[in-house]
């Protein structure tokens, strides 16, 4: 995967769990989530506060790692390995349909 | 192979950084008391408290009456404390939470908030309690007493907090091992700790020396109820010093917290075997439930426990920390805290967004823990 890959998915995950966090502590801040979880009355909540949880942990934990392995895969790109490239045909020789060398006009 | 040196040498990297300077940003601000981390989880705080005290009655509906009505008294107390810590060490503001601190305290004294006490006594010791009796979970309720009658001397709760204080005073000082029941039949050493805060709160609050009856008091408590590791044991036989318990963090946190309104050298040899119950990594600390050699799945006052660590140990660690001043501890607590507590912005201050009401008025009074 490209660095860029990289950085796309980063940057879209980050918005994502940053929105969840947001969002989701406002509403779970605005109610007793401790009643909810106590009763098991509300699942919905109960679900919600464990997403609010992993997204917080997600943030803080794996997003600072995962930006530094983009940088570093930018500051240390890949080795080309395998065979050499074939050396470009000489000069006066064109590369017919065929694939093989043949004379031009 | 190259991605996977990468992805390791990046973790290894931003781990042991990173996260705990995220979580730990305040920590400071915390410790010393600031103005502008306080308040707003304060101001918060003591609204919903203020709307929530107009009801009678538990505010949480399990269907354990037991629970609903600890949780309520834990909650309501805790605000009480919270609030009273906060105003203390800001003068000048501290009419903004009397409303809520004589609110809570309200429901603190209201029969009806712990039936259940009132049903396993026959009474509820508000109102009367005969000699034989305990009632320590009357500690709580008269620490909140303790703590606005020390933010305002004219309290019209000042005749309640002493009478139970006179009366709690003779059961600890009569008492052969320094133990009160909580329940018939139920020795909690956490609750007496909360009965021993609540005398010595009372003495600071009406400049009364007791000084030497809780030191006596303190050297028989701790004989009987303070385990080898140091940890506190969370519950003995009536009448007796035999453990029916393990020694626990919870319970010994707390009362380091209590006790320093009390007995500071009990506080300190109940915080010192926290310190070396406290887990860490990367930076976070926790501090373990059951106490070396102990094992066990926990209970309503552990809370969840992750790796043997629990959120009740280490919630009331911060408290016990700040009370004894170790700025160290209480900043790897308080990453901790920061990281599974949420902080939220709401329209009048700042809430812990997965703490609920009783989860807000636990932490905010821990993060404040101050003795007066």
């Given at each position: 995967m490209s660095t860029r890959f990289h950085a796309l998915a980063l940057a879209s995950t980050v918005t994502l769990a940053v929105i969840a966090v947001k969002f989701g502590a406002a509403r779970l801040a605005a109610r007793d989530v401790l009643a909810d979880v106590l009763t098991s009355a509300n699942l919905g909540i109960v679900g919600a506060l464990a997403g609010l949880l992993a997204a917080r942990v997600f943030l803080v934990m794996l997003v600072p790692a995962w930006m530094v392995f983009i940088l570093a895969r930018s500051a240390f790109p890949r080795r080309r390995l395998g065979p050499p490239e074939p050396p470009p045909p000489p000069c006066g020789f064109r590369v017919d349909s065929e694939g093989g060398p043949g004379p031009n006009g | 192979m190259r991605a996977l040196i990468l992805v390791v040498a990046s973790f290894l990297v931003t781990l042991p950084i990173l996260p705990r300077t995220l979580c730990g940003l305040g920590s400071e601000a915390w410790f010393r008391g600031d103005a502008a981390a306080q308040v707003p989880h304060g101001n918060a705080l003591a609204r919903v408290l203020r709307e929530r005290a107009t009801?009678?009655?538990?505010?949480?509906?399990?269907?354990?009456a037991r629970f609903d009505g600890q949780a309520t008294i834990a909650t309501y107390q805790m605000a009480v404390m919270a609030l009273g810590q906060l105003a203390l060490q800001r003068p000048g503001e501290a009419d903004g939470y009397l409303d809520t601190m004589n609110a809570a305290a309200e429901r603190l004294a209201?029969?009806?908030?712990l039936t259940y006490a009132a049903r396993v006594w026959g009474a509820h010791g508000v109102l009367r309690m005969e000699?034989?009796?305990?009632?320590?979970?009357l500690g709580y309720v008269n620490l909140a007493l303790g703590m606005l009658r020390l933010v305002?001397?004219?309290?019209?709760?000042a005749e309640l907090n002493d009478r139970l204080t006179e009366e709690l005073t003779a059961r600890l000082d009569v008492s052969q091992n320094g133990l009160i029941e909580t329940y018939p039949g139920e020795t909690w050493p956490p609750d007496v700790a909360a009965v021993a805060g609540s005398i010595g709160l009372h003495a600071t609050a009406t400049h009364t020396n007791r000084s030497e009856l809780l030191s006596r008091w303190g050297v028989r408590f701790a004989r009987c109820a303070v385990g080898d590791s140091g940890y506190l044991v969370q519950r003995v036989r009536t009448g007796t010093c035999?453990?029916?318990d393990a020694p626990r963090g919870s319970g010994t946190a707390i009362a380091s917290y209590f006790l320093g309104f009390a007995d500071q050298a009990l506080s300190q040899r109940l915080y010192a075997a926290l310190v070396l119950g406290e887990r860490t990594l990367l930076g976070f600390g926790g501090i373990r439930e059951?106490?070396?050699?102990f094992h066990g799945r926990g209970d309503v006052n552990a809370g969840p426990l992750l790796f043997g660590v629990s959120v009740g140990a280490t919630g009331f660690g911060l408290g016990a920390a700040r009370m004894n001043g170790d700025d160290a501890m209480y900043t790897r607590l308080f990453r901790t805290a920061m990281l599974f507590g949420v902080p939220a912005q709401v329209n009048d201050g700042e809430v812990f967004?997965?703490?609920?009401t009783l989860g807000n008025a636990l932490l905010l009074a821990m993060l404040t823990a101050r003795a007066p």
């Open positions: - | 009801v009678p009655g538990p505010i949480y509906h399990t269907g354990d209201d029969p009806e908030t000699a034989r009796e305990g009632h320590a979970y305002d001397p004219k309290t019209r709760f035999e453990a029916l059951y106490a070396p050699g967004a997965t703490g609920g």
